[in-house]
Nanobody, 116 residues
Framework: QVQLVVSGGGLVQPGGSLRLSCEAS????????MCWVRQAPGKGLEWVSA????????SYADSVKGRFTISRDNVKNTLYLQMNSLKPEDTAVYYC?????????WGQGTQVTVSS
């Protein structure tokens, strides 16, 4: 079956960095556009970033542009999100998913907390 296993979350101080990973199995990863979505406490889902199948085209929400970088390794079947200059408002559960629409495949999510 399809699995997207997300890792790399944690507690970090404002201005710090984290790298999230999303390892895929059970699907032809290299043929699927992928994205990251987050949900802050008490809020709805927010699309964060997306990358095309080959990794050559990326897009970002304005709230993370210039701070986050999405990438993928189709040999390792893994999606990444490098997050720099983190802010308290980046605190959320982060999910990887296929880019959709609709989003068919979801990872389990990882908590990112930005706090001093």
């Amino acid at each position: 079956q399809v699995q997207l296993v997300v890792s790399g979350g944690g507690l970090v101080q404002p201005g710090g960095s984290l790298r999230l990973s999303c390892e895929a199995s059970g699907l032809i990863f290299s043929s699927i556009h992928m994205c990251w979505v987050r949900q802050a406490p008490g809020k709805g889902l927010e699309w964060v970033s997306a990358v095309n199948t080959g990794g050559s085209s990326t897009s970002y929400a304005d709230s993370v542009k210039g701070r986050f970088t999405i990438s993928r390794d189709n040999v390792k079947n893994t999606l990444y999100l490098q997050m720099n200059s983190l802010k308290p408002e980046d605190t959320a559960v982060y999910y990887c998913a296929d880019a959709g629409p609709p989003h068919v495949y979801w990872g389990q999510g990882t908590q990112v907390t930005v706090s001093s």
